[in-house]
């Protein structure tokens, strides 16, 4: 009897084979499923209890190494699919909200006035090289007079002598960069590598750490949101024709890879090759021996496993159920939204655990020479420290005049230290309940 080509179906209309197939009986289905090879979702050894224990096969540790196919499947082809749609699948990056600046508050009078003072006083210390006061002068509250002779020079030499020392002790804060023999190093040099470790100390357990990150999470909704966009996202690519069409070939072309695997069709074969035909169930048995009267073919075995190298699998059955099962997915999502963000949340506090904040900056702080890192502390601090600096030359001239009037020196400066004291406490309070007024009416 010549062969022909005709299909096999081993699981109403799923599985195909190629030219040596055979026609099943009616229970060719449940033995496929009994078997494994057919995707109706049945477990493995789910056979009925009324089939001959010959009919039962194992194929719970399939495939071998947990590998699906072993080498026999190429992941190309899902890769490039995964590719192609996981940018689509990813949500448009919204703006973030702009990191705020440093304030520029522009040029201010007060620095500007202290800036002046060392320019005043040099100039003033070269002109009492030349000329000075002389002579005495009377005040309304001393009834000696009073000598001002050289007073201008105590009082500008005092005055560059408080901007010199200022300006000389920031100055050793950096330098010199490198060790020197007499003059030794800078601070911040020298301190390097303790300064830098106890800043990263310091900010890995008081700015970045897992609770602070928790809780700035939480406060801003992130999860929530992103949750939400990808779930529209999800939504959008699974109704996408081109989507559907590309997840139903995927699928259809890596079952058939599954099928055609080395390790699948050997497995397989051990079980058919099993198989006692001789005491199968009566009915299994009396189908067995029409089929050998009807093609004269003695060696059932053999011809089951040429069938079985040829199965190939059909998808279009199951299209539906597939696409069906895609689109309940942003459904689950939205239903389980609260375990979902509970595990990103605890995911990404994980992730920020595993690493060592400290670590970070210190290596990266470390790799800053004394330059880089005179600039870095420079420029967050350069305001304060000119303060410092020509603050200094005031201070002088103030301590000039405390050598010249020790006693009214003293009356003066402490009643100007109080109406500025007094100034600075009005004006805070009127900036505190002018803001507490303000977020009230808010």
């Known amino acids: 009897m010549s062969e022909s080509k005709e299909k096999h179906d081993l699981s109403d209309g799923i599985l195909e084979s190629g030219p040596t197939s055979v026609k099943p009986d009616t229970n060719g289905e449940r033995r496929a499923e009994n078997a494994n090879i057919g ?15 010959v009919y039962r096969a194992d194929f719970r540790n399939y495939p071998p190494g947990g590998h699906l196919g072993g080498e026999d499947i190429s992941p ?8 192609k749609w996981a940018e689509k699948l990813t949500p448009e990056p919204q703006p973030s909200a702009p990191v705020p600046s440093s304030p520029d508050s522009g040029p201010s009078l007060v620095l500007i006035f202290l800036k002046i003072l060392p320019v005043i006083c040099g100039v003033g210390f070269i002109a009492s090289l030349f000329w000075d006061f002389q002579g005495a002068l009377y005040f309304p509250w001393s009834t000696e007079p ?14 560059l002598v408080g901007f010199g020392t200022n300006w000389l002790a920031i100055k050793m804060l950096f330098y010199p960069r490198q060790k020197r023999p007499i003059l030794g190093q800078g601070l911040i040099p020298s301190r390097k590598d303790r300064i830098v470790l106890k800043l990263g100390e310091q900010i890995s357990k008081e700015i970045i750490n897992s609770e602070l990150i ?23 690519v699974i109704d996408h024709p081109e989507f559907r069409t590309d997840i139903i070939e995927v699928s259809k072309h890596y079952i058939n890879q599954f099928l055609r695997s080395r390790q699948f069709q050997d497995r397989v074969k051990d079980f058919v ?83 060592n904040v400290q670590n970070v900056i210190v290596d990266n702080l470390q790799r800053f020479d004394e330059a880089r890192l005179e600039r870095l502390l420079w420029r967050s601090t350069s305001d304060q420290l000119q ?8 201070l002088g001239l103030i301590g000039g005049l405390f050598i010249w009037l020790p006693l009214e020196s003293i009356v003066v400066t402490g009643v100007l230290g109080l109406l500025v004291w007094g100034l600075d406490v009005l004006l ?6 002018k803001k507490q007024s303000k977020s009230s009416s808010d």
């Not at 979702?41 to 001959?52: D, H, L």
């Not at 990808?230 to 939504?235: G, K, N, P, Q």
């Not at 303060?387 to 005031?394: A, K, R, S």
């Not at 805070?428 to 309940?433: I, L, N, V």
């Open 146 to 159: 009073i000598d001002i002779s050289g007073l201008l020079r105590m009082i500008t030499v005092t005055g």
């Open 428 to 433: 805070m309070k009127t900036a505190s309940s």
């Open 273 to 355: 090759k099993g198989i006692d035909f001789e005491n199968v169930g009566v009915l299994e048995g009396g189908i067995l021996k029409v089929y050998k009267m009807l093609t004269g073919d003695e060696d059932i075995s053999k011809r089951l496993q040429e069938v079985i190298e040829n199965l190939t699998f059909r998808m279009e059955k199951y299209d539906n159920k597939l696409i069906e099962y895609l689109q309940s997915i942003p459904d689950a999502l939205e239903e389980q939204s609260d375990a979902v963000e509970n595990f990103a949340l605890n995911a990404i506090v994980f992730l920020v655990e595993q690493v």
């Open 387 to 394: 303060y410092i600096q020509y603050l200094g030359c005031l």
């Open 214 to 236: 928790l809780e700035q999470i939480r406060k801003s909704g992130l999860i929530s949101r992103h949750r939400e966009r990808l779930t529209d996202s999800l939504r959008g």
């Open 76 to 83: 190309e082809r899902l890769f490039h699919f995964l590719e």
């Open 39 to 53: 995707p109706s979702g049945s477990e493995p050894n789910s056979a009925p209890e009324s089939f001959p224990p």
